[in-house]
């Protein structure tokens, strides 16, 4: 017998031959040992799968799926029970001698009882340090009827009995109620039955066998491939699953013949199937439609990707206030040249020649603003040049708006047209 057995999560793959013992005449089945191979996917795919047995004439076999070895052995190593019997067997007709000893340990027969050794200890005793709760009602029972039950519009006294209202927990005994006892706990004093200690036993003789005589059935059989010939095939089939089928079945002398034919039959109808197989997106629509909750993981990866892409592509907010900072460091270490600072003495007095409610206004404005650039950078005056020279004469310029002034406070700055330290100047407002 050979083929596939499924029998509840168990599966198989069966090789089963009978052998007739040549001196008896008495038919034995010979199982080849399991493969050491998973074979879930073979009954659990729904496909069409091939079956091949392969005996060769040295003793060995082979079982192969889909033309895939599985498992090979040997005829006369790997079958249950062995085709050869054993050359010795037990003999029936001996009998284990009754002072036989197999005790490989006794009891110490040495061995004393202590007398502080107290059996009648119970396991638990009761808690002498436990206190009834209070609120406990000595007096309540721990159920009673239910008040809102209603005997049956068809309860029939007679057939049924006396009606009795269900019963309930007290709603009183939310501490307790009943007689109050204390709680057990593991008594201390609790030793047990006493038992002498276990020690090797002297007079061990070890376990007992029968003796061993010749078989009187034994033979040995070199070449079991050479079976008792056979003129027909069965199918031994019960099955609790619907959509099974076999077809095609090949008995032949010659592999070739059969690897053969299975290119031309079995082959192209794996193609055949494979072709006519769902996609990927049909098969995730029926997985999804027996079960609900992978349409939860199709969003959840189809959306990822989008809001990943959106975050990192999503433009930013600059903070103005940043740029604004950079540029007024820039422009205050930026080296300053003397022809420059003469064209800003000349805007200057320019500007002093205007009214002077003119220039009031200008001078309020420009506090104004002054006071809204230290708020802004209060960390950039570190990192300004320390020394800033001429500012003192400069304010003083600024607030008398005489040309004396305003020419010292150029001396002051250095000549020639090379770079000059930097200096805090205060911004006139031009109409």
Same mark, same amino acid.
């Given at each position: 017998m050979f083929g596939p057995d499924k029998c509840g999560e168990d599966y198989k793959l069966h090789f089963i031959f009978r052998y007739r013992h040549p001196k008896?005449?008495?038919? @034995?089945?010979?199982?080849?040992?399991?493969?050491?191979?998973?074979?879930? %996917?073979? /009954?659990?795919?729904?496909?069409?799968?091939?079956?091949?047995?392969?005996? &060769?004439?040295?003793?060995? /076999?082979?079982?192969?799926?889909?033309?895939?070895?599985? &498992?090979k052995g040997n005829l006369l190593e790997d079958v249950?029970?062995?085709? &050869?019997?054993?050359?010795?067997?037990?003999?029936?007709?001996?009998?284990?001698?009754?002072?036989?000893?197999?005790? =490989? %340990?006794?009891?110490?027969?040495?061995?004393?009882?202590?007398e502080d050794w107290d059996e009648d200890e119970p396991a638990q005793i009761e808690?002498?340090?436990?206190?009834?709760?209070?609120?406990?009602?000595?007096? @309540?029972?721990?159920?009673?009827?239910?008040?809102?039950?209603? %005997?049956?519009?068809? !309860?029939?006294?007679?057939?049924?009995?006396?009606?009795?209202?269900?019963?309930?927990?007290?709603?009183?005994?939310?501490?307790?109620?009943?007689?109050?006892?204390?709680?057990?706990?593991? &008594?201390?004093?609790?030793?047990?039955?006493?038992r002498p200690p276990m020690i090797d036993n002297p007079n061990y003789q070890g376990i007992w066998s029968p003796q061993k005589i010749p078989n009187p059935d034994y033979f040995e059989d070199d070449h079991p491939f050479l079976l008792t010939s056979f003129s027909a095939l069965g199918l031994e089939l !019960?099955?609790?699953?619907?959509?099974?089928?076999?077809? *095609?079945?090949?008995?032949?002398?010659d592999k070739e013949v059969a690897d053969h034919w299975a290119e031309e039959s079995w082959r192209l109808k794996v193609l055949i199937a494979n072709a006519n197989e769902p996609g990927i997106f049909s098969q995730l629509m029926a997985a999804? @439609?027996?079960? !609900?909750?992978?349409?939860?993981?199709?969003?959840?990866?189809?959306? =990822?990707?989008?809001i990943l892409i959106t975050s990192f592509y999503w433009p930013r907010k600059v903070k103005k206030k940043y740029e604004d900072t950079e540029d007024k460091k820039k422009a205050v270490c930026n080296p300053q040249t003397k022809g420059a600072l003469e064209q800003e003495v000349k805007e200057e007095k320019a500007a002093l020649e205007k009214p002077v409610d003119m220039e009031v206004e200008n001078k309020e404005s420009d506090a104004?603003?002054?006071?809204?650039?230290?708020?802004?950078?209060? @960390?950039?005056?570190?990192?300004?040049?320390?020394?800033?020279?001429?500012?003192?004469?400069?304010?003083?310029? *600024?607030?008398?708006?005489?040309?004396?002034e305003m020419k010292e406070a150029d001396e002051n700055t250095g000549s020639g047209d090379g770079p000059i330290k930097s200096l805090r100047k205060r911004r006139v407002r031009k109409d």
């Open positions: 008896t005449g008495v038919f @034995e089945e010979k199982h080849a040992k399991p493969p050491n191979v998973d074979l879930k %996917k073979f /009954f659990t795919d729904r496909k069409t799968h091939l079956y091949t047995l392969v005996m &060769n004439p040295d003793d060995t /076999f082979e079982i192969l799926i889909d033309q895939i070895l599985i &498992n249950v029970p062995p085709v &050869n019997p054993p050359k010795e067997i037990d003999d029936p007709n001996d009998i284990k001698p009754d002072e036989w000893d197999e005790r =490989l %340990k006794i009891p110490d027969p040495a061995a004393i009882k202590p808690d002498t340090s436990a206190v009834k709760p209070q609120g406990w009602l000595d007096n @309540e029972p721990k159920f009673i009827p239910n008040p809102d039950a209603k %005997k049956p519009d068809d !309860w029939n006294e007679d057939m049924d009995g006396e009606w009795e209202a269900p019963h309930i927990l007290n709603p009183a005994c939310r501490i307790g109620c009943g007689e109050w006892k204390p709680p057990m706990i593991d &008594n201390p004093k609790y030793k047990g039955v006493w !019960w099955s609790m699953t619907s959509d099974i089928y076999f077809d *095609n079945f090949i008995i032949c002398s999804a @439609e027996e079960h !609900w909750w992978l349409w939860l993981i199709f969003l959840v990866i189809a959306g =990822l990707p989008v104004e603003i002054l006071e809204k650039e230290e708020e802004s950078e209060p @960390e950039q005056k570190s990192e300004e040049v320390e020394v800033i020279e001429g500012q003192e004469e400069e304010n003083k310029s *600024n607030k008398s708006g005489s040309e004396d």
